[in-house]
């Protein structure tokens, strides 16, 4: 069976452990459904971000399109707006349309920032890229053009380390070596990334598809789950 892919937005509040849909399945305005996509909260305009995604797997096909959410009074509703439409033919002066990047929002220089992701024929990407943002309807791109970098990457997850003041991004699908665990940190605002060293033991199995988070307390980021070679999805937290 064809897999579906939807666009509806939902909030979970745990003050009343439940959930409240703000835009549902199919509405008009809202960004088209897909997979795969960049999801950051811009802290300083209090909104959702969406970039890029896969919107078909057959044949795969990503975007370049930046949306925004914001809610309306009472937080349970809200509107979308687009700040950046698909443009399949921009290489230069933004990212070209793809699908499982890396993304954070950069909390000190106010900015979205990608790394990677895949494109429509499934190949890994490897730039770094900024979203600047221009008011509430719309910003710009820079390639960060950084001298060092990882290795092309996908299906990883990338997060905000305030307390260092760096975008990390960690295991993930490589370029040329498969499922990687290797950690990278590029500073806030523009820099070169530079690999974080990592213990030879413990380390988690080698994954893509994870998901981790910094926590600003506790100076310690927490990766869960993902997809294992030779094993399938994962349930483990580091």
């Not at 310690?220 to 580091?238: P, Q």
Request: proline share 7%; aromatic share 10%; with cysteine.
């Amino acid at each position: 069976a064809s897999t579906k892919l939807v666009n509806d937005l939902w909030a979970y509040r745990p003050s009343s452990s439940a959930w409240t849909q703000l835009s549902a399945a199919g509405a008009s305005n809202a960004p088209p459904a897909r997979s795969h996509a960049v999801a950051v909260w811009d802290s300083e305009d209090s909104r959702l971000l969406i970039f890029s995604g896969e919107l078909s797997e057959s044949p795969f096909q990503g975007t370049n399109d930046v949306w925004s959410f914001a809610l309306a009074a009472g937080g349970t509703s809200g509107a979308w707006t687009v700040l950046a439409t698909n443009n399949s033919a921009c290489t230069v002066t933004c990212p070209l349309p793809r699908y499982a990047s890396q993304g954070a929002w950069d909390g000190a220089a106010g900015t979205l920032r990608i790394f990677g992701g895949q494109n429509s024929t499934q190949s890994v990407l490897s730039d770094s890229w900024t979203w600047t943002p221009s008011g509430m309807t719309t910003g710009t791109w820079t390639n960060d053009n950084s001298p060092t970098q990882p290795a092309g990457r996908a299906e990883s997850a990338m997060v905000y380390d305030s307390t260092h003041g760096v975008v990390v991004t960690g295991p993930g699908l490589s370029l040329a070596a498969g499922n990687v665990g290797d950690v990278w940190a590029a500073p806030s605002g523009h820099g070169a990334w530079q690999p974080l060293p990592v213990a030879v033991a413990p380390t988690p199995p080698l994954r893509r598809l994870t998901q981790w988070v910094w926590d600003d307390a506790g100076s310690v980021f927490y990766l869960y789950g993902g997809r294992v070679a030779s094993v399938g999805a994962a349930n483990d937290l580091w």
